[in-house]
């Protein structure tokens, strides 16, 4: 079964197939970085993550874009209000690019925490200033934007009489018009619908460029349509982001496309549900967002203890992008329960050893384990459905756990499943789902755990059982649970 995308152009479910065979561009919006990322955002690259790393599994060549927004980003309809980069660098006395420094640093740390690979470009928006104004100045040449005393607007109603400016989210104008508010005497804009390409800085104002059109900043939306032209060219493959960016932002970008080079820039747009505390969409404006920090520490009033990195990343991959998402600590509990019984099974049957067995002793359970390898292509190939691949290795845990225990035999199925089962457990599990196990993955403790191992198994060989014993009773005091397992070896896990 081929890769089906659910396109949220079409509203449907199609067939992936790139503009150039075996390559494909990505782009997503990345984060606005004058605050922390919040566990909503996390989601969303997540989910990005996922599909970059199945979409390389597949044998593509992917380029990902995901840029930096460290510009500009007004309040309200973010053409309006104060700039958040300079009232936050007024606000803590530091420089905006300062602001951006310590926020992007913030974010690859977490992105790293969560095992999210770099993506291929991850461009600025300041970075891109000149683009921004020679594709704004096109639109203007093209007859899609005006200029009122230094900032310019794109004209809404004039390009919607020749493209339908809400396709993405399937609005018409008129519903459009109806949800806006009326304009008043101080606004110099046309059209309620028009956004600004470039927007005149006022003289207070820490970031601003020179351009045609005199001192300003890109709008928010320009940034986007600028960077992903200039790395992925007119036309690309898939373009994400968050639900939220939907109606507004990427409506915005396709209708800039058009206006610039009559192109739509993607041809799959790809949206992520929303993280959600108590039904509420997590957000920076709302202030409910949880901190990465916060959760890997257990540091917030409302959490009952702190969650691993990839406890959280295994809870954000048992439920389909496109599925909403709530937060609780019940439903972290429940992942870290999971993820470890997976983990468990996985380490398990890394120790198998297949047999020479051509045929299986079990032919029905060797056809079973064949249908639910089968499946985990089959769900990612179904829009990705990270969840219901899952749900078909969780069936699997209870056949390993029983070879382990001897109860069914590794020789019950064919050599060539037990191999294939092997494999796609790691393809899957650390290629496309991108866990770790994190205490084997930490250097250090593993060297100092291999060290400790060698001296209790030299005390137990030598009968010095108060060095052996105690060495095991004051890692289980540090959280660590050494094990002696068959022929004198020991293993070990972090409880
Ligand atoms: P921002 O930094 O606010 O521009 O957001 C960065 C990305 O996170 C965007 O793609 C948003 O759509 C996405 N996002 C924001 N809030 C949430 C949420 N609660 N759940 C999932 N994604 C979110
Ligand atoms: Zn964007």
Same mark, same amino acid.
């Given at each position: 079964? #081929?890769?089906?995308?659910?396109?949220?152009?079409?509203?449907?479910?199609?067939?992936?197939?790139?503009?150039?065979?075996?390559?494909?561009?990505?782009?997503?919006?990345?984060?606005?970085?004058?605050?922390?990322?919040?566990?909503?955002?996390?989601?969303?690259?997540?989910?990005?993550?996922?599909?970059?790393?199945?979409?390389?599994?597949?044998?593509?060549?992917?380029?990902?874009?995901?840029?930096?927004?460290?510009?500009?980003?007004?309040?309200?309809?973010?053409?309006?209000?104060?700039?958040?980069?300079?009232?936050?660098?007024?606000?803590?006395?530091?420089?905006?690019?300062?602001?951006?420094?310590?926020?992007?640093?913030?974010?690859?740390?977490?992105?790293?925490?969560?095992?999210?690979?770099?993506?291929?470009?991850?461009?600025?928006?300041?970075?891109?200033?000149?683009?921004?104004?020679?594709?704004?100045?096109?639109?203007?040449?093209?007859?899609?934007?005006?200029?009122?005393?230094?900032?310019?607007?794109?004209?809404?109603?004039?390009?919607?009489?020749?493209?339908?400016?809400?396709?993405?989210?399937?609005?018409?104008?008129?519903?459009?018009?109806?949800?806006?508010?009326?304009?008043?005497?101080?606004?110099?804009?046309?059209?309620?619908?028009?956004?600004?390409?470039?927007?005149?800085?006022? #003289?207070?104002?820490?970031?601003?460029?020179?351009?045609?059109?005199?001192?300003?900043?890109?709008?928010?939306?320009?940034?986007?349509?600028?960077?992903?032209?200039?790395?992925?060219?007119?036309?690309?493959?898939?373009?994400?982001?968050?639900?939220?960016?939907?109606?507004?932002?990427?409506?915005?970008?396709?209708?800039?496309?058009?206006?610039?080079?009559?192109?739509?820039?993607?041809?799959?747009?790809?949206?992520?549900?929303?993280?959600?505390?108590?039904?509420?969409?997590?957000?920076?404006?709302?202030?409910?967002?949880?901190? #990465?920090?916060?959760?890997?520490?257990?540091?917030?009033?409302?959490?009952?203890?702190?969650?691993?990195?990839?406890?959280?990343?295994?809870?954000?991959?048992?439920?389909?992008?496109?599925?909403?998402?709530?937060?609780?600590?019940?439903?972290?509990?429940?992942?870290?329960?999971?993820?470890?019984?997976?983990?468990?099974?996985?380490?398990?049957?890394?120790?198998?050893?297949?047999?020479?067995?051509?045929?299986?002793?079990?032919?029905?359970?060797?056809?079973?384990?064949?249908?639910?390898?089968?499946?985990?292509?089959?769900?990612?190939?179904?829009?990705?459905?990270?969840?219901?691949?899952?749900?078909?290795?969780?069936?699997?845990?209870?056949?390993?756990?029983?070879?382990?225990?001897?109860?069914?035999?590794?020789?019950?199925?064919?050599?060539?499943?037990?191999?294939?089962?092997?494999?796609?457990?790691?393809?899957?599990?650390?290629?496309?789902?991108?866990?770790?196990?994190?205490?084997?993955?930490?250097?250090?403790?593993?060297?100092?755990?291999?060290?400790?191992?060698?001296?209790?198994?030299?005390?137990?060989?030598?009968?010095?059982?108060?060095?052996?014993?105690?060495?095991?009773?004051?890692?289980?005091?540090?959280?660590?649970?050494?094990?002696?397992?068959?022929?004198?070896?020991?293993?070990?896990?972090?409880?």
């Amino acid at each position: 079964m #081929p890769l089906r995308i659910y396109n949220t152009l079409s509203r449907d479910k199609e067939i992936f197939t790139p503009i150039t065979e075996g390559h494909v561009g990505m782009y997503v919006c990345g984060p606005t970085v004058y605050s922390d990322v919040h566990l909503g955002n996390c989601r969303t690259f997540i989910s990005f993550d996922i599909i970059y790393r199945y979409l390389r599994y597949l044998g593509y060549k992917v380029r990902y874009v995901r840029n930096i927004t460290d510009a500009g980003h007004l309040e309200g309809d973010r053409d309006e209000g104060d700039d958040k980069f300079s009232k936050i660098a007024r606000l803590q006395k530091l420089e905006p690019m300062e602001i951006v420094q310590k926020y992007t640093l913030g974010f690859h740390h977490v992105m790293q925490l969560l095992n999210n690979l770099p993506p291929s470009i991850e461009p600025t928006a300041t970075g891109h200033i000149s683009e921004q104004i020679e594709i704004t100045r096109q639109i203007i040449a093209n007859g899609y934007a005006y200029e009122i005393n230094g900032t310019v607007y794109f004209d809404v109603e004039k390009y919607n009489k020749e493209q339908p400016y809400g396709i993405l989210t399937n609005r018409r104008m008129e519903d459009l018009l109806e949800g806006t508010r009326e304009l008043g005497g101080q606004d110099e804009k046309r059209g309620r619908l028009d956004f600004a390409l470039w927007i005149k800085a006022k #003289p207070e104002h820490l970031m601003q460029w020179p351009s045609p059109w005199g001192m300003g900043f890109p709008g928010w939306h320009i940034e986007c349509s600028a960077m992903s032209e200039k790395y992925l060219g007119k036309k690309f493959d898939i373009h994400g982001g968050g639900m939220d960016l939907a109606a507004t932002h990427h409506t915005n970008e396709i209708a800039q496309s058009q206006a610039c080079y009559h192109t739509s820039p993607a041809n799959y747009w790809m949206h992520t549900n929303m993280l959600t505390v108590n039904g509420t969409r997590m957000s920076k404006s709302l202030g409910n967002g949880f901190l #990465p920090e916060e959760l890997f520490t257990g540091n917030h009033p409302l959490l009952e203890k702190a969650y691993a990195p990839m406890t959280v990343r295994f809870f954000m991959l048992q439920t389909h992008y496109r599925s909403t998402l709530d937060f609780s600590n019940e439903a972290l509990q429940a992942s870290e329960k999971g993820f470890k019984r997976l983990w468990d099974a996985y380490e398990v049957l890394k120790q198998f050893t297949a047999g020479e067995n051509k045929a299986a002793n079990d032919t029905e359970l060797d056809s079973k384990v064949n249908k639910l390898i089968g499946e985990f292509d089959e769900f990612m190939n179904d829009d990705f459905n990270t969840a219901k691949v899952l749900g078909s290795m969780f069936e699997l845990v209870p056949v390993i756990n029983s070879m382990k225990d001897g109860i069914i035999k590794t020789d019950a199925i064919a050599a060539t499943t037990l191999a294939l089962l092997q494999l796609k457990f790691k393809a899957y599990l650390e290629d496309v789902f991108g866990l770790k196990n994190e205490a084997a993955n930490n250097k250090t403790l593993n060297s100092v755990m291999n060290l400790l191992i060698e001296i209790r198994k030299e005390a137990k060989a030598k009968r010095d059982f108060v060095t052996s014993d105690m060495i095991r009773n004051q890692l289980a005091l540090a959280g660590i649970n050494l094990k002696d397992e068959k022929g004198g070896e020991m293993s070990w896990e972090i409880n």
